[in-house]
């Protein structure tokens, strides 16, 4: 695991959901702009416009060219101790307090504030399998054996392909009843799907667990699998 997490109690609560959401879009590898800092928290382009003058005059995030955003080596560092902290309280939760998968995310907005050091060591300590959230995505300052270069989503996935879900992007996270709906039909990291059916609108039919259940083109780009 990386060093020691960086003193995170007097940032401000606006800067830290811009910088977790500058490392998450980096971390999927998607171009950084405030368009889609807006869109991942739901903000107006004038405010996320403010935010990121914010963050440049802290010395957390740099505007490269026109509009390319980048985390400095502060930021960064800053980040990667948010997201650390949430995707562990994740896991503990689930894991050691058995919490509801689909409720996971929004109750550790409140336990990683008060998250030490020395309770991330403890909880990684206890984690089984790949070093990832509930969600599938890795926990900074970890090294898993799964690359983004090993999965595929099911929005590109073809009928009569298969494969194990591994991992759902941010965006699926911040929606309670999306995350409601794929725990319902077993849409769960790790569990095995395949592709009965692709519709002229990009719509899958997918059967999971012995059950079936469709999911049109934007959520199955959300969902990541480990192609069978």
């Given at each position: 695991?990386?060093?020691?997490?960086?003193?995170?109690?007097?940032?401000?609560?606006?800067?830290?959901?811009y910088?977790?959401?500058?490392?998450?879009?980096?971390?999927e590898?998607r171009?950084?702009?405030?368009?889609?800092?807006?869109e991942?928290?739901?903000?107006?382009p004038?405010?996320?416009?403010?935010?990121?003058?914010r963050l440049v005059?802290e010395?957390?995030?740099?505007v490269?060219?026109a509009r390319?955003i980048a985390l400095?080596?502060?930021g960064?560092e800053?980040?990667e101790?948010?997201?650390r902290r949430?995707?562990?309280?994740?896991?503990m939760?689930?894991d050691?307090?058995?919490?509801q998968w689909?409720?996971c995310?929004e109750q550790?907005e409140?336990?990683?504030?008060?998250?030490?050091?020395?309770v991330?060591?403890?909880?990684l300590?206890?984690?089984?399998?790949?070093?990832?959230c509930p969600?599938?995505n890795?926990?900074p300052?970890t090294?898993?054996s799964?690359?983004?270069?090993?999965?595929?989503?099911v929005?590109?996935?073809?009928?009569?392909?298969?494969?194990?879900l591994?991992?759902?992007l941010?965006?699926?996270e911040?929606?309670h009843?999306v995350?409601k709906?794929?725990e319902?039909h077993s849409l769960?990291?790790?569990n095995d799907l395949?592709?009965?059916?692709?519709?002229p609108?990009?719509?899958?039919?997918l059967?999971?667990?012995?059950e079936?259940v469709?999911?049109?083109?934007?959520?199955?780009?959300?969902?990541?699998v480990?192609?069978?």
């Open positions: 695991m990386a060093g020691p997490s960086p003193d995170l109690r007097d940032l401000n609560p606006a800067s830290k959901e910088l977790e959401a500058v490392y998450e879009l980096k971390e590898g171009r950084v702009l405030q368009a889609r800092i807006g991942r928290l739901g903000l107006a004038a405010t996320v416009s403010e935010g990121v003058k005059a010395g957390y995030v740099t490269e060219g390319d400095t080596e502060q960064l800053i980040a101790a948010l997201v949430h995707r562990l309280a994740e896991r939760l689930v050691i307090l058995g919490i689909h409720l995310h550790a409140d336990w990683e504030k008060v998250m030490t050091p020395e991330e060591e403890a909880i300590a206890k984690l089984d399998g790949e070093p990832t969600h599938g890795p926990i300052g090294t898993g799964i690359s983004w270069a090993d999965l595929k989503s929005a590109a996935m073809e009928a009569g392909e298969g494969g194990r591994t991992r759902l941010e965006d699926v911040l929606d009843d995350l709906f794929l319902e769960i990291p790790g395949s592709v009965v059916e692709v519709a609108d990009g719509t899958r039919t059967e999971v667990n012995g079936r469709s999911l049109g083109r934007q959520l199955g780009d959300n969902l990541w480990v192609p069978a």
